[in-house]
């Protein structure tokens, strides 16, 4: 099983890809700590997803977004909203 270090897996992807299509698994280092395993997906197909995504999260395009007014400072309002998230 090959290692590779997260950088390196950034700069080469695509040659990590064709590795792991060809069989062979791949361990992502990040440093010295391994933190993810690249592996070829079974001949069946896709590998089934533990969650679907929330049915309940609101659609982009049913969002709502607000103008600000020309005297507020948009780094200020962001600092506001950022901090309601705290």
Do not use: C, N
Request: glycine share 4%; hydrophobic share 40%.
């Amino acid at each position: 099983m090959a290692t590779v270090g997260i950088a390196e897996l950034k700069a080469r992807l695509s040659h990590w890809i064709r590795r792991v299509r060809r069989g062979e698994s791949v361990v992502v280092m990040d440093r010295t700590t391994p933190v993810a395993t690249l592996q070829p997906v079974a001949s069946g197909g896709l590998v089934p997803v533990d969650s679907p995504a929330d049915p309940d999260a609101p659609r982009f395009r049913d969002l709502r977004f607000r103008k600000l007014r020309r005297d507020v400072d948009p780094d200020r309002a962001l600092a506001a909203v950022r901090e309601d998230r705290i």
